[in-house]
């Protein structure tokens, strides 16, 4: 590369780093003094004769124009310097840090006057709101493409249906009841027991297993289910004899 | 002999039609300013001016003072241009609420004190900060999920404002309602009084 194309190369980087300080400085909290306008005027100006290109004029004058804001930049930053807003940043960060949240918190509502309006509605913001509704998709089709379709609703199973899917037979459901209904009456010995302590199983399979084969042994009116309305904890003990004549059907989650 | 006449009522005096034409203003003023007009709270001086008169300060100024009981206030924040006709005229509380009142309006401790050092810190670095500076800042003092809830809250309150270069500046709601200088006198004395 000729010299003379290299020291061109240069000026124009020279220019696009000047306009990137500026951009910089602006974006940023950056004292506006840092930029000095005098020595970057004057590179300018020793440039602009080298300039043959309008591309490179276009930048000369966008590194212009950024030394403009700048300038515009350190106005602001001496008239608010001046102001009694002005308190030094690292004193103040260092105090913030210092005081607790309520204080910060009791400090704002000491000087804190809420505007006092009345909300209603405008016409444009029954127009946004119509705007929203007829453009609103229906939820059915809302998340369709993120979760795909919805899948069967949830439903009761009978056991009907569990021997149908050769989960339980019916001599090992009656096994199994039998089961539970011993350990209830072992565990509870004729006290009232936590009911999630007592269905509680190695894994949630079990778990649900248990909640379901207890659902049946008090069906049967051989156990009997307490909710203690205060703190929601459910119990369960065994009935001895004919049960009440007060039942009634609740449903339980099973987590 | 002609029928004595009932006594005619007395004409009303000059001081007594001002009176009432400074009242009707007065109610005018209030209904206006009380109203949501647009986006923002407030009534601009040259919207006054139509609705009012051009002494729609001295109107103003009556309102101020009839409000005082209520503990409301009619407050100007400058415009842009600072001109009167930018200026945005609205009622705000006269005294600052307790701290158990800013709650019950929504705003939780942990929110008023973000706040707080957000205008106080923006105000120290010559009324610009870039966001993640702020978030930088605040993440020493509160979490990280407040701080990303707070300054977006805010932002879309109109307390902070924050431009396509993601630069927070204050918001026109904050210059509204909040005394930032004494904010920042209040922060810088916080503390001090316990000293021992």
Same mark, same amino acid.
């Given at each position: ?25 602006? &974006?940023?909290?950056? /004292?506006?003094? +840092? ?71 009791? &400090? ?52 009907? +249906? ?15 009841? /039998? ?5 209830? &009456? ?13 269905? /509680?199983?190695?894994?949630?399979? +079990? ?49 | ?6 006594? !005619? ?9 001002? @009176?009432?034409?400074?009242? @009707?203003?007065?109610?005018? !003023? ?42 409301? *206030?009619?407050?100007? =924040?400058?415009?842009? *241009?600072? $001109? ?11 005294? !600052?609420? $307790?701290?158990? *009142? ?11 004190? =973000? ?17 993640? %500076?702020?978030? $930088? ?13 707070? =300054? ?20 026109? @709601? #904050?210059?509204?309602?909040?005394? %930032?200088?004494?904010?920042? #006198?209040?922060?810088? !004395?916080?503390? $001090?009084?316990?000293?021992?």
């Amino acid at each position: 590369m000729p010299a003379e194309d290299r020291d061109r190369d240069k000026k124009l980087e020279d220019i696009l780093r000047l306009i990137e300080l500026c951009r910089t400085v602006q &974006s940023s909290s950056v /004292n506006p003094f +840092e930029v000095d306008i005098r020595e970057k005027l004057l590179v300018l100006k020793k440039y602009i004769p080298d300039w043959g290109l309008i591309d490179v004029m276009l930048k000369d004058s966008e590194a212009m124009q950024q030394l403009v804001a700048i300038v515009k930049l350190q106005s602001q930053w001496i008239t608010h310097r001046a102001s009694a807003l002005y308190i030094d940043p690292l004193l103040l960060e260092l105090k913030i840090q210092l005081i607790s949240r309520e204080e910060l918190a009791e &400090s704002l509502a000491k000087c804190w006057h809420p505007i006092a309006q009345l909300d209603q509605l405008t016409a444009r913001g029954l127009e946004k709101a119509f705007v929203y509704w007829r453009e609103l998709v229906p939820f059915g089709e809302r998340y369709k493409y993120q979760f795909g379709s919805f899948g069967q609703q949830t439903t009761t199973i009978g056991l009907e +249906e569990l021997e149908s899917l050769s989960i339980f037979t019916k001599e090992e459901f009656e096994t199994r009841l /039998n089961a539970i209904a011993k350990e209830l &009456s072992e565990k509870s010995d004729g006290r009232e027991i936590d009911y999630r302590g007592f269905i /509680n199983g190695k894994d949630p399979e +079990e778990t649900a297993l248990r909640g379901y084969l207890v659902a049946f042994v008090v069906t049967e009116g051989r156990a009997t289910i307490r909710t203690d309305p205060l703190t929601e904890q459910i119990f369960i003990s065994t009935i001895q004899g004919e049960p009440g004549e007060e039942t009634k059907s609740v449903a339980i989650v099973v987590r | 002999m002609s029928e004595p006449q009932p006594p !005619a009522a007395p004409a009303p005096t000059e001081g007594a039609s001002e @009176r009432a034409a400074l009242d @009707r203003k007065t109610r005018r !003023a209030f209904q206006v300013l009380i109203l949501q007009r647009g986006r923002n709270p407030g009534v601009k001086g040259w919207e006054m001016r139509r609705y009012l008169g051009k002494d729609y300060k001295k109107v103003l100024e009556v309102l101020s003072d009839d409000l005082k009981p209520l503990g409301l *206030e009619v407050h100007q =924040v400058p415009g842009p *241009e600072g $001109t009167d006709d930018s200026t945005r005229f609205l009622l705000r509380f006269r005294d !600052a609420p $307790t701290l158990a *009142e800013a709650e019950t309006a929504g705003f939780r401790i942990d929110d008023l004190a =973000v706040l707080a050092a957000s205008i106080a810190l923006i105000n120290s670095k010559q009324g610009r900060i870039s966001r993640k %500076e702020l978030e $930088t800042f605040l993440k020493g003092k509160f979490p990280r999920w407040r701080i990303d809830y707070s =300054v977006d809250r805010y932002v879309k309150r109109g307390y902070l404002d924050v431009d396509d270069k993601e630069l927070m500046r204050i918001g026109w @709601r #904050t210059r509204a309602e909040v005394d %930032e200088r004494s904010l920042m #006198t209040l922060i810088l !004395a916080q503390g $001090t009084k316990g000293d021992k």
